[in-house]
């Protein structure tokens, strides 16, 4: 359309119109006054540097809307220009100037690219800055025709940039430089700009408003960066001016949002779009900052380049909303945090970043130290575990000295309150945390907020420093509701004592927890040194419950002559403390003793039920490792010895050699130093005990124990001969029982090394060897048995009248039984070729069994099994190897008699 009016001329023009006459009279007679178009903060900006009165209050002609009043004060804002000093109820608004406000309004620029410059002298990046804001100020030079919309992209990634749309400025203008400088000819400086689809008008203005706002920057001396600015200086001067225009990716929606949908939320709750003409698309990342919001079918961000949200922090601190949420306590800070969380315009910039607390709130941050650092004892971190104390004591003592004594000295106290708590089992001899803390209020000052400030003020007077200390230290009585009586050591005792080595106890009431009950804490060295009959019977002060339950599982007919329960429970346990017989024997079968005795009824063991009791009435048994650290827990004693049985034997082991070690140089030592004047006759103080390879009695006599000490702990082993086949050895064992049989074994070899030439004559001369040998052929291999036959002679013979422990003993039964020793053998070889033949008769008859009757054959086939195997002779005491003929000639018998009634069988 071409204006009418004067335009120049001297008369009236002709206008000719695209449009209908209809259309044109429908339409207002004149547009709308550009102040009601366009963002008013240049125009706000202005009258508050030239003190004119409100915008609100001003006599426009077209007085503008508040909505767009707002707007403009909104960026003013934004930008840090204002500062709303009052606001009056008749909406009234008086504004003040900042320092960048002034500067700004001394630009005659739009504010937002006046604030960019303003930053981008602070920032060093004043060349780049000035390039990129002329551009933001003209329309864009590149050109995208829709029928060459591909050929203009392509061309355009001449001056693309993968991070940032605002550098493709910069390498568009560095471009066009180039070709100025080079340029033969203006139509070849069109030609080529329009080759590479680029406007050659919009580029001449982008030029022309560069070179005045180069003027107008020198004329105020600002300087242009000799050195090229980075990416973050130049982007974090952008986002001073664009703050507003930043957004951030939705990870939340990004995953069920379809592509059509926007995935970015932009400040003040908006959503955007990226522009579809965008040179970096989706790898714009998941923060970016848009030159310009344009709104048509949808809301796009054009002009994109990639930030990091600490920039937006660090140029919009004036503009952060900050929240605080879950204060705690900080050990490695020693004062209270919580976790912050900033947000810009609705868009969170960080959030779970650790603050101090006290700035904020220091009447809840006081309140907080309290609880948690000193009622709830974390001053120095958790110190709830005595391993854990101890390493935190010292390290707070070497560098606190005896500042925080009273701390130390109220954990002692609270700690032996709640060890009477769980050895008791009753939870109400602490005082509460409520009455703790009000202590603690009472005495400190209420700016104490941190492990710093209460530091300081215990130091403020050092002649008062002492004297606060004792105010702060809890006496027994402030913490016991009342007295624990009954909680003694004798009832509750510290340690027990197992097989003469005391293990320490440990007492935990937590119903449900592993750790609940009292717990025996047994090295791995002791564990088959503990007496499980012992351990049944707990402490005389969880006796008493354990017992009554054990009553209570009685049936009702039985149960009611013991009522009340607690009564008599607490009677026994009683008794058996006073007869000094706690923890002798089996348990249950020291209350049916007792109750016989004390009512003279039969009651019998199947008539309590023990597996009804809580897990708290078992013992519980905490195995540590040689460095002192948990192995296992468990209450089943027989499960821990029989996963950990050998290793144990192997740790004992290796202690007792150790300690023979020592003892062996001792004993020299002591030799060494005797003197001379020894009797006659008398012997040589014989060593503890010596280990090696033997097949003579060429050790020292046997201890019945061997004395081991571990940590100031005395343990007690067993030593044994241990049988090695071609030789002996000595070992030493933690059970006397196992050491016994083992010790018995051992000897035999021993006396058959010595013997050898007679047990080598013996397997040819042995009655009936070959015999033997033909029917042992199905069972296993004669050899072996002929070895057995040997080893049972050598028992009877030699052994008969106890086990040797010395030379002397072991010699002299050598000497007695020599003479013995091959009638026995032979009387033993007769047995056994008895025993197998009849084996074998009752072999020949045992299918005919089958076929009279399948119950029948296979009791006898098990009868058979159990009493002639392949080592039935070991299996098999003397005293009943003689009446096994006898038995399997009764199984021929009974074959016999079911052939002529098998219902009687």
């Known amino acids: 359309m071409q204006v009418a009016g004067r335009c120049g001329r001297v008369s009236d023009g002709i206008c000719i119109r695209l449009y209908s006459e209809e259309d044109y009279k429908a339409r207002p007679a004149y547009t709308d006054p550009e102040i009601l178009r366009s963002s008013l903060a240049a125009v706000i900006l202005r009258m508050a540097s030239l003190h004119l009165p409100p915008v609100n209050q001003f006599p ?230 848009a030159g310009e919001i344009q709104e048509t079918s949808r809301l796009y961000a054009r002009t994109l380049a990639k930030i990091e949200p600490q920039w937006v922090e660090k140029v919009a601190k004036h503009r952060l909303i900050k929240t605080l949420s879950d204060p705690f306590w900080d050990k490695q800070s020693g004062e209270v945090m919580a976790y912050e969380r900033a947000t810009l315009y609705g868009l969170p910039i960080y959030h779970g970043r650790r603050v101090a607390y006290a700035p904020y709130d220091p009447h809840e941050a006081h309140q907080l130290f309290i609880q948690k650092a000193l009622v709830e004892g974390e001053l120095f971190g958790k110190v709830d575990t005595p391993a854990l104390e101890k390493e935190t004591q010292p390290e707070a003592k070497k560098r606190y000295g005896k500042l925080f004594a009273f701390f130390w000295h109220n954990r002692q106290l609270i700690r032996e309150i709640e060890a009477l708590e769980h050895r008791s089992r009753r939870l109400d001899v602490l005082v509460d945390d409520e009455l703790l803390f009000a202590f603690y209020a009472q005495q400190l000052d209420k700016g104490v907020y941190s492990r710093s400030t209460l530091q300081a003020w215990l130091e403020r007077d050092r002649a008062q420093t002492e004297q606060k200390d004792l105010a702060l230290r809890l006496q027994k009585n402030d913490l016991m509701r009342h007295e624990a009586a009954g909680i003694t050591a004798d009832r509750y005792p510290k340690a027990i004592k197992m097989n003469g080595i005391e293990l320490k106890t440990a007492y935990h009431f937590e119903p449900g927890s592993p750790k609940d009950g009292v717990t025996l804490i047994v090295p791995l060295s002791i564990l088959n040194q503990v007496d499980p009959l012992k351990a049944e019977w707990l402490v005389p002060g969880l006796c008493d419950e354990k017992v009554q339950l054990l009553l209570k599982s009685l049936p009702q007919k039985l149960r009611r002559h013991y009522i009340p329960l607690a009564e008599h429970a607490k009677q026994f346990v009683q008794h058996a403390v006073d007869q000094e017989q706690f923890g002798q024997g089996d348990l249950i079968d020291s209350l049916i003793r007792y109750l016989r005795e004390s009512k003279a009824i039969d009651i019998k063991r199947a008539d309590f039920r023990p597996e009804t009791l809580p897990v708290h009435c078992l013992m519980n048994f905490r195995l540590l490792d040689e460095h002192g650290r948990q192995m296992e827990l468990e209450r089943n004693l027989a499960t821990l010895r029989t996963e950990y049985g050998l290793i144990a034997r192997e740790v004992f082991q290796s202690l007792a050699q150790k300690s023979m070690s020592t003892s062996d140089e001792r004993s020299d030592l002591e030799n060494q130093g005797q003197t001379k004047q020894s009797e006659a006759g008398k012997e040589r103080p014989s060593r503890a005990i010596e280990t090696g390879s033997y097949q003579h009695w060429e050790f020292g006599n046997l201890p019945e124990t061997l004395e081991i000490t571990k940590s100031g702990q005395t343990l007690f082993g067993y030593p044994a001969i241990v049988d090695c086949k071609t030789a002996v050895d000595l070992e030493v064992f933690d059970d006397p029982q196992e050491a016994k049989q083992i010790h018995r074994l051992g000897l035999k070899r021993l006396y058959a090394l010595i013997l050898r030439e007679n047990v080598k004559a013996l397997h040819k001369q042995l009655p009936g060897a070959r015999d033997v040998g033909l029917l042992f052929m199905q069972l296993g291999s004669a050899e072996v048995l002929l070895e057995e036959i040997v080893m049972m002679a050598i028992e009877r013979a030699f052994m008969q009248e106890g086990l040797a422990s010395t030379k002397v003993e072991f010699e002299e039964s050598l000497q007695k039984g020599k003479p013995r020793f091959v009638l026995i053998a032979g009387e033993i070889a007769k047995h056994v070729l008895l025993t197998l033949q009849e084996h074998a008769e009752v072999s020949k008859k045992i299918a005919t069994a089958k076929a009279l009757s399948s119950s029948a054959f296979e009791d006898i086939r098990q009868q058979l099994q159990g009493l002639v195997h392949a080592q039935f002779l070991g299996q098999t005491p003397y005293e009943q190897l003689v009446h096994l003929p006898r038995y399997l000639k009764a199984i021929s018998l009974r074959i016999e008699k079911l052939r002529s009634n098998s219902a009687r069988d």
């Open 60 to 289: 426009f002609i077209d007085k503008p809307l508040g909505r767009a009043i707002a707007d403009g004060m909104q960026l003013l804002e934004e930008l840090g220009a204002i500062e709303i000093q009052e606001e009056s109820n008749q909406g009234s608004v008086a504004l003040q100037l900042t320092g960048i406000g002034k500067e700004l309004a001394d630009l005659p620029l739009d504010p937002r690219i006046a604030r960019i410059l303003l930053a981008a002298k602070d920032q060093h990046a004043l060349k780049e800055l000035t390039i990129i804001a002329s551009a933001m100020a003209c329309q864009d030079p590149r050109e995208r025709p829709m029928e060459m919309a591909s050929a203009a992209d392509q061309a355009h990634q001449l001056f693309a940039d993968e991070r940032s749309e605002f550098l493709g400025f910069m390498k568009l203008w560095n471009w066009y430089q180039d070709a100025l400088t080079h340029k033969q000819s203006n139509r070849q400086l069109e030609n080529l700009c329009r080759s590479k689809f680029l406007s050659p008008r919009r580029l001449r203005e982008w030029r022309d408003v560069h070179g005045q706002l180069h003027v107008l920057l020198a004329e105020k001396a600002w300087k242009d960066n000799q050195t090229p600015a980075t990416y973050e200086q130049v982007h974090t001067a952008l986002l001073t001016g664009l703050l507003g225009h930043i957004a951030k990716r939705d990870e939340e929606d990004s995953t069920s949002r379809s592509q059509k949908t926007a995935n970015y939320m932009g400040a003040r709750g908006i959503r955007l779009h990226l522009w579809p003409g965008s040179s970096l698309g989706k790898k714009v990342g998941a923060w970016f900052v």
